[in-house]
């Protein structure tokens, strides 16, 4: 899960809380939509599917599991059952994020010496906790909530980012680990305000370089980490097998390039949603809407997940791109956020 919702969804309507302009779409009318995977879309799809709630989706599941046999059917159940809406106005942004591939040690040593935490007890759901600064400061040490020791402070910062990660310990064993958790306050984008402190322009700023600068200035560097107030405790997931992505804020794994981030106060989890993303890699691609984050806010925001390790990471720190999404809504539901007359 991208750092930001709560933990345990158990049960979601595909419904949008809040009011945003809408435009409704023919499937005609999305660029690359005849030349997409739809299977692919749709066994992602069927990963969150049962988690929907509602008297209509127990029938739409029911054909969504059947409708995979190939292509061309998985094709006709979307447009079928629903509809292209797009709700707000664009031009998005687009962002990517992946699961890191870190090195790290039960036990602190001069190598490992960089914490990251289990949720204090104390914290309840909602409370605004202490701050970043805060904890870097090592109030939390010696309590036993130590999950994992880390190399690089820069690295656990981009972890909490992401909010999911592999943790490579010495006996070669793999750490699996998840949200678990938040410290209450806003999230606040050091790009941004790298930006506009006159580090780096818009053009020059990715993840990489954001990771490059803060190790090149010492104290300013680690300032600069605690501009953004936000800590995300972490928990370890036993229960994932190595070939499943990271678990979303669904409650089940997320696929690579076919799970998004998306804002769910105007994009419905568990929805189809159909991707236009331009800049250097443009993707035309039926996505499903399985994630949150504390960035992601707004009806034309989405952050695309690019997969686990390093590559996907290289790829996913260079995105920063317009273009538009596109909901697919049921048919029903598509009709009822129109306008009315």
């Known amino acids: 899960m991208r750092a930001a ?3 345990g969804v158990l049960a979601l309507a595909m419904t949008v809380a809040s ?66 809406v797009a709700i707000g106005d664009p031009p998005a942004l687009f962002t990517g994020y992946y699961e890191p591939e870190l090195n790290g040690s039960l036990t602190r040593s001069p190598r490992f010496a960089h914490p990251i935490y289990r949720r204090p007890p104390e914290l309840q759901d909602g409370q605004v906790y202490l701050d970043r600064a805060t904890i870097e400061s090592g109030v939390l040490w010696g309590r036993g909530l130590e999950l994992v020791w880390l190399e690089d402070p820069v690295e656990v910062y981009f972890l909490h980012i992401q909010g999911s990660g592999r943790i490579r310990l ?23 305000e790298m930006i506009r402190r006159g580090t780096h322009t818009a053009d020059e700023l990715s993840a990489q370089r954001i990771r490059e600068w803060v190790r090149a200035n010492g104290r300013a560097g680690s300032a600069m980490l605690n501009y953004n107030p936000s800590y995300i405790f972490f928990r370890k997931l036993d229960d994932l097998p190595p070939e499943k992505g990271p678990i979303g804020a669904m409650g089940r794994s997320i696929t690579p390039l076919r799970s998004v981030a998306i804002d769910p106060d105007y994009t419905p989890l568990g929805a189809p949603v159909w991707i236009e993303k331009d800049g250097v890699d443009p993707i035309r691609s039926l996505m499903v809407a399985q994630d949150t984050g504390g960035a992601i806010k707004g009806p034309q925001r989405v952050d695309v ?15 920063r791109d317009g273009g538009r999404l596109v909901v697919l809504l049921l048919i029903d539901r598509a009709y009822a956020m129109l306008p009315e007359g």
Request: hydrophobic fraction near 40%; glycine fraction near 12%; charged fraction near 20%.
């Open 5 to 7: 919702a709560a933990l």
């Open 305 to 319: 997940f690019y997969g686990t390790g390093d590559a996907a990471g290289d790829a996913a720190g260079q995105v």
């Open 19 to 84: 009011p945003a302009p809408a435009q409704m779409l023919d499937f005609a009318e999305l660029a690359g939509w005849e030349h997409d995977d739809h299977r692919a879309a749709l066994n992602s799809f069927l990963e969150t599917c049962d988690k929907l709630t509602g008297p209509d989706w127990r029938p739409i599941c029911a054909f969504a599991a059947d409708a995979g046999a190939s292509d061309a059917s998985a094709k006709a159940f979307f447009e079928l059952f629903f509809k292209p």
């Open 170 to 192: 010495p006996d070669g064993q793999v750490m699996r680990v998840g949200y678990g958790g938040r410290n209450g306050h806003a999230y606040r984008s050091i790009g941004q």
